[in-house]
């Protein structure tokens, strides 16, 4: 398994880039599997690993994320783990890690871009207890991309002229993704969450052509529920302290 650093800070350009290690566990191993992360988060923080630190969410389809901000693609390159390797030694790292073996059926990395121009009243996603999320993918028709992201600020400007308090924020694919819009909602549960989407939707009104023109672009389209696990992600003192 491998991770990248990741920054609860957000920066003030329009695109910041994250990378994501995406597990799919098996569900018999789900406990086996998440005591081993269990033991990997504990492990950084033991050690006190400035160079790695990561958020963790756990979806509906047995998968599980692991969120990293990075500044640019050069970061791909580094080993945020090499220090706490050589603290423990590489027996003691590899025979941590080998807890996964056996646990997931596959795993990929990818970088996702997030689009605070096509977000929508996204601040409250970082709020303490707020860790339920739901996840929308949009996978757009190959040569409509243009027209996607221009489908994409209608309804962020749809939902900011009917005054909508729910936000979301929402990130294109990068590398290893299809081309993609995929949209993140919050809430503290699912159940806060499904009675805030039904005042949603009355608030907004009448979305039938924009959701007309908004399927006419979209090759595919995915749905997730998921949580974000504070007990198995970490983030180094240091960089808490400056938040």
Same mark, same amino acid.
């Given at each position: ?13 329009d695109?910041q880039k994250?990378?994501v ?5 098996f569900?018999s191993k ?13 492990t950084?923080? %033991?050690h006190? $690993?400035?160079d790695?630190?990561? *958020?963790?969410? !756990?979806?509906?389809?047995?998968r599980?994320?692991? /969120?990293s901000?990075i ?15 050589e ?9 941590m890690?080998?807890?996964?073996d056996g ?7 990818y970088v ?9 009243n ?9 860790n339920f ?13 243009k027209?996607? %992201?221009a489908? $994409?600020?209608?309804?962020?400007? *749809?939902?900011? !002229?009917?005054?909508v308090?729910?936000?979301?924020? /929402?990130y ?20 806060e969450?499904?009675?805030?989407r039904?005042?949603?939707?009355e ?9 007309n023109r908004t399927?006419?672009?979209?090759r ?16 180094p ?7």
């Open positions: 398994m491998y991770l990248m650093i990741f920054t609860f800070s957000l920066q003030a350009q695109a994250f990378i290690h995406e597990d799919v566990v569900p789900i406990a086996a599997y998440e005591a081993a992360s269990k033991v990997f988060a504990e950084m923080e %033991k006190e $690993a400035t790695a630190a990561f *958020l963790t969410v !756990s979806l509906d389809d047995n599980y994320l692991y /969120v901000a500044a640019d693609f050069a970061a791909l390159d580094s080993n945020p783990f090499k220090k706490v390797s603290a423990m030694g590489e027996d003691a790292f590899g025979k890690m080998s807890q996964y646990t997931f059926e596959s795993h990929k990395n996702i871009n997030l689009s605070h121009d096509l977000s929508y996204s601040n409250e996603i970082i709020m303490e207890g707020v999320r739901h996840f929308d993918y949009w996978y757009v028709t190959p040569g409509k991309w027209e996607a %992201k489908i $994409a600020k209608e309804w962020k400007d *749809l939902y900011a !002229s009917k005054g308090e729910q936000g979301y924020r /929402v294109t694919g990068g590398l290893g993704t299809e081309e993609l819009l995929m949209v993140v909602s919050w809430a503290k549960s699912p159940e969450f499904y009675s805030q039904a005042k949603n939707r608030a907004l009104g009448d979305i039938n052509d924009i959701m399927m006419a672009l979209t595919k389209r995915e749905s997730f529920d998921g949580m974000i696990r504070p007990e198995l992600s970490y983030q003192k240091s960089a808490m302290a400056e938040n």
